[in-house]
Every structure is written in C-alpha cells, then in structure tokens.
C-alpha cells in the first residue's frame, strides 16, 4: 500500500494538457526529490515536459516510491486525456507485442 512519502499523488483523470504539465512536475520534482524512480517512460519525461514530444500523443511513465514500492503509471493521451493510476508491475513492453504502452500500438 501507499506510504506517507508517496500518498499525495493523486489517483486522478488527467483531462486537459495543463493538468498534464501539472502532474508531469510534481513527478520529476519527486523523482529529483529521490522519493520516485523512474521505471519506465516511452519518452523521456523531462522532453515530454519541455515540450519535445518527438511528434507521440501518447505518453506513458511509471515511477515507484523507493519507500514503500508502490508504483503509478501515468497514461496520456494528449488529443483525449489521461489518468493516473497504481500500477500491479512494472510494464515490459515484450508482455505487449513490443507496444511501447500498454494495450497500444507504439504511435
Ligand atoms: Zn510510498
């Protein structure tokens, strides 16, 4: 379960793009922090942050809290949206015919 390091991140949808921008710098800030590492990006989240998106609209990082190893993936689409969730493992694209996000061909 969820530890005090790692309990305000919000399990929320993420509907527009400023919401995104949002929650990408609570992550790298807590990633920075050391609280969060990094386990899994299709797309280096600090480019994705400054706006190199390398022509992708989907988006998909995962972070564990080095407490208590909970870890969030962090889906966005950003024609429709997004949601961040707690994550079971962390993603191997293999399990997923080599899609670089779950359920999702690689573009
Ligand atoms: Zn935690």
């Given at each position: 379960?969820?530890?005090?390091?790692?309990?305000?991140?919000?399990?929320?949808?993420?509907?527009?793009?400023?919401?995104?921008?949002?929650?990408?710098?609570?992550f790298i800030m807590m990633t920075?922090?050391?609280?969060?590492?990094?386990?899994?990006?299709?797309?280096?989240?600090?480019?994705?942050?400054?706006?190199?998106?390398?022509?992708k609209v989907k988006f998909f990082?995962?972070?564990?809290?080095?407490?208590?190893?909970?870890?969030?993936?962090?889906?966005?689409?950003?024609?429709?949206?997004?949601?961040?969730?707690?994550?079971?493992?962390?993603?191997?694209?293999?399990?997923?015919?080599?899609?670089?996000?779950?359920?999702?061909?690689?573009?």
């Amino acid at each position: 379960m969820r530890c005090m390091n790692c309990d305000i991140i919000p399990l929320t949808e993420i509907p527009t793009p400023a919401d995104y921008m949002v929650s990408l710098e609570t992550f790298i800030m807590m990633t920075k922090a050391g609280v969060l590492e990094i386990v899994y990006q299709n797309h280096p989240i600090e480019l994705v942050f400054a706006g190199h998106t390398g022509n992708k609209v989907k988006f998909f990082h995962q972070f564990r809290c080095k407490n208590c190893g909970t870890i969030y993936g962090m889906f966005v689409n950003t024609l429709s949206g997004g949601e961040i969730k707690i994550n079971d493992k962390v993603f191997d694209p293999a399990e997923y015919g080599n899609s670089e996000i779950p359920g999702g061909e690689s573009r």
